[in-house]
């Protein structure tokens, strides 16, 4: 379809004779801009105009008429220490892929700064993704896409990671489950789709399926099986990345957002963040669902994110065994922008059902709803009937960062030199992380970095000890050292003082913090008990007032003034 052929084609839509549109395209970006009816219509013009021959990127500024437009105020905070600072190489966003980056980078003899608008890394796309190793990238994903590339090569270097960071990191494989029997001879169809893709497929009958997943119903008629599949907890991957990149020489930013870039002569020469600006010729481009807005920043914009919130309900770990693998509904889709969800083991025990694939205005709309969450439960809750509403303890949402071409948009800018983009990083993200790290080295060689390998790089990190994971001698030794390791804080998860005081010293200030480095506040209360404990410990080793702490940053404090002292031991 060529532009003049999309424009006649909505011209010639009637749901769209109310839609006010402006085309251009600038190279291979083609641009819309006008107003709509609804956010719908925002989003279906947008994949529309994505079908357009020629076109790498959409930039799709329609919006609803009468929708209140997001406000984002960038302003400065004042001047850091950091103000002035030179670096090689900035890189945006402290979520799994930037981290991963920034890792890689440290390999090298460079000044990598990591920037990040959050008090803590991980508290993005990363926080609310699903556990999932994806063994490949989907049956709708074109085999020869980005996405589906990355997603094979970063599953096959998990183990590297793993065994380099020391987080936690299982492959129970995932079962992708048909429940009515005149599916079945459709799977052969869809294993030669899967291996196209270069994953390790099986197909499984009947009696197999259910000697491997006894609990599921009698109807289960065969499944696929993906025994590359696995599991991680995103946010602890993301901190392992960021020490071992700060171990070798990264710097840090936490609460420092870009709200400039300096770019003279066609080149990136500066950062300018709300506490100062950083020198440097490198800028990547990793802020996740606001890559389209750093990349406007500078003068290049190339590509727009639409927010699609998914809703995910979290299972208590107590029901561990009910399920032995990942299992998927093997269902013929009705939305091809939909992956379907699963249900999700985690590397700590619980389960995650979902997530939902609902196309929303605002990037920040995590809000669960009714809707959303009767949805998660009727589709998944026929694969495991043991499982009751009473086992699910929470329900949360993430945002992705879905580009109108639905696939990963990693290159560097054909406007601003020593721009890097790393943009539309949706599923299979995280799987891909590893590999989009050594992708987005290699395309900073080819744009001029000069990398020189450094000799005290340290690849390995150790991870700070779990006492619920842990045997009785060991438990007793870790006691000996430090008694605060026999004090339990959060009953829900075993976590004890010693773990929340080591979670501290390597860099949390937040409830929020503390728990995605601990899990204390993770179990069925959700906080309920340890939260008062957890603010103690917080302010005696931060040396700050209860008043003064937050859940996770910003406005969000968690004691307005005190009211029984002896309640906090203050």
């Known amino acids: ?48 105009a994505a079908g357009v021959e020629g076109v790498r990127g959409i930039v799709n500024r329609l919006w609803p008429r009468g929708l209140p437009k997001p406000e984002r105020k960038r302003e400065g905070k004042g001047k850091a220490a950091w103000d002035g600072m030179r670096a090689d190489v900035v890189v945006v966003g402290a979520g799994i892929v930037g981290a991963g980056i920034a890792r890689e980078l440290s390999r090298y003899e460079l000044e990598v700064v990591l920037v990040e608008k959050e008090e803590d890394v991980a508290w993005g796309q990363s926080k609310g993704g699903a556990s999932w190793i994806h063994g490949f990238a989907g049956l709708d994903v074109d085999p020869t896409s980005l996405k589906a590339k990355l997603c094979v090569e970063g599953n096959a270097l998990y183990d590297e990671w793993a065994e380099e960071l020391d987080f936690s990191f299982k492959r129970p494989g995932l079962l992708a489950v048909v429940m009515e029997e005149e599916l079945v001879p459709l799977l052969e169809v869809a294993a030669e789709r899967v291996r196209e893709h270069g994953c390790p497929v099986r197909v499984i009958g009947r009696e197999e399926l259910h000697r491997m997943e006894p609990g599921l119903p009698p109807e289960a008629a065969g499944a696929l099986f993906f025994p590359t599949y696995g599991v991680v907890a995103p946010y602890e991957v993301t901190i392992a990345l960021v020490e071992n990149a700060v171990a070798n020489g990264v710097k840090l930013l936490l609460g420092t957002e870009v709200i400039g870039v300096r770019v003279e002569e066609g080149r990136v020469k500066g950062v300018i963040t709300d506490r100062g600006e950083i020198f440097t010729s490198f800028l990547v481009n990793a802020a996740g669902l606001y890559s389209d807005e750093v990349a406007e920043l500078a003068g290049a914009p190339e590509f727009t994110i639409h927010p699609r919130k998914g809703e995910m309900l979290l299972i208590d770990w107590k029901r561990a065994g009910a399920c032995l693998h990942n299992l998927a509904p093997g269902e013929l889709k009705e939305d091809p922008y939909t992956k379907g969800g699963g249900i999700s083991l985690t590397v700590d025990g619980n389960m995650l059902w979902g997530p939902t694939a609902q196309e929303v205005p605002y990037k920040e709309d995590t809000e669960t709803t009714k809707e959303g969450m009767e949805r998660v439960w009727r589709k998944f809750s026929k694969y495991l009937p043991s499982i009751k509403r009473t086992d699910v303890i929470t329900a949360f949402a993430g945002v992705r960062a879905a580009t109108y071409t639905e696939d990963f948009h990693i290159a560097p800018s054909r406007k601003v030199k020593g721009l890097v983009n790393v943009g539309g990083i949706q599923s299979p993200g995280i799987t891909a992380a590893p590999a989009i790290a050594r992708m987005v080295v290699d395309i900073l060689r080819k744009e001029g970095l000069e990398l020189r390998e450094k000799v005290s790089f340290n690849p390995r990190r150790r991870a700070a000890p779990r006492f619920r994971e842990l045997g009785d001698r060991e438990r007793e030794q870790l006691i000996s050292l430090d008694r605060r390791y026999g004090r339990v804080v959060c009953r829900c998860e075993h976590v004890t003082e010693g773990e929340v005081v080591e979670a501290i010293r390597r860099g949390a200030t937040t409830l929020d913090g503390i728990k995605f480095r601990t899990r204390a506040g993770m179990g069925r209360c959700q906080g309920g008990f340890c939260t008062p404990h957890l603010l103690r410990i917080l302010s005696r080793e931060l040396g700050r007032p209860v008043e003064e702490l937050t859940k996770k940053g910003g406005k969000s404090r968690v004691v307005m003034g005190r009211i029984k002292e002896p309640f906090l031991g203050g």
């Open 1 to 48: 379809m060529k532009v003049e052929e999309f424009e006649e084609r909505v011209k010639g839509d009637p749901s769209f004779s109310r839609v006010s549109l402006r085309i251009s395209l600038e190279g291979e970006i083609l641009f819309l801009e006008g107003e709509t009816e609804s956010w719908e219509q925002v989003v279906e013009l947008g994949h529309l």
